[in-house]
């Protein structure tokens, strides 16, 4: 598969741990964010999302929390597992009209068995 | 369910060339987007569209067209190859703005494009 992102920050856990990927985001304005996971060779899956009038969204092993004080968000995923390796982003609407989305460069998780 | 597809899957061109990237959806979705990703680096959007006959320009336009004469389709140009151009592109759809959306955008598998 094609080789995405090779310089971005590697965050390597043990299988059945949990795992936090971390995001700054750019633009106080940004009223939605969301996190985004992509294998090797495919496109983006949309994982969870949040509203900035929320701190907290929990889904199915996962957990974004949002700080709007520092503009930070994270995504937790619980009970790591092989298949969760892949490159997470963070996205905001911070586009002017705020019809599209900007992404932010990536984190590796890496999933040791 | 096909989703979103790209066309082609990989293209080598030489400078100065031209080509046209196909993405084709078959959600019924009113919008529709162009990304290039390069190593290191996240998504940036090139161009979108809010519906048909409609074009934008995102975060990195120059030296893209894009047409949506069709609802489903979306085509982004390359006039004249550039190296800096190679990259990896991705075209998403969603129903409407991401934010009022339960389903945000949807991924095509992307296009991997060489340029010498």
């Known amino acids: 598969g094609e080789s995405v992102g090779l310089h971005l920050p590697t965050l390597s856990v043990q299988e059945g741990d949990n795992s936090i990927i971390n995001c700054a985001y750019s633009?106080?304005?940004?009223?939605?964010f969301i996190w985004y996971k992509q294998e090797s060779g495919k496109g983006p899956q949309f994982i969870i999302d949040?509203?900035?009038?929320?701190d907290k969204r929990q889904g199915q092993r996962v957990t974004v929390l949002l700080n709007k004080t520092v503009k930070h968000l994270s995504l937790q995923i619980a009970a790591t597992q092989p298949g969760d390796s892949a490159v997470y982003f963070c996205?905001?609407?911070?586009?002017?009209?705020?019809?599209?989305?900007?992404f932010g460069s990536g984190t590796r998780l890496q999933v040791q068995p | 369910n096909a989703g979103v597809t790209q066309t082609p899957k990989f293209r080598v061109l030489k400078t100065g060339q031209s080509m046209t990237l196909l993405c084709a959806q078959d959600?019924?979705?009113?919008?529709m987007y162009w990304y290039r990703q390069d190593p290191g680096m996240g998504l940036r959007l090139i161009h979108y569209?809010?519906?048909?006959?409609?074009?934008a320009k995102g975060e990195v336009p120059d030296g893209y067209n894009v047409s949506r004469l069709k609802k489903q389709n979306f085509l982004l140009g390359l006039e004249s190859a550039a190296p800096s151009q190679t990259s990896v592109y991705f075209c998403?759809?969603?129903?409407?703005?991401?934010?009022?959306?339960?389903?945000?955008?949807?991924f095509g598998d992307g296009t991997r494009l060489s340029i010498l």
């Open positions: 998403a759809s969603s129903i409407q703005e991401p934010q009022f959306s339960n389903q945000p955008q949807h």
């Open positions: 633009n106080s304005a940004s009223d939605y």
């Open positions: 949040i509203r900035s009038n929320m």
């Open positions: 996205a905001e609407n911070r586009l002017k009209g705020r019809r599209a989305l900007t």
């Open positions: 959600m019924n979705h009113e919008y």
């Open positions: 569209s809010v519906g048909e006959g409609t074009t």
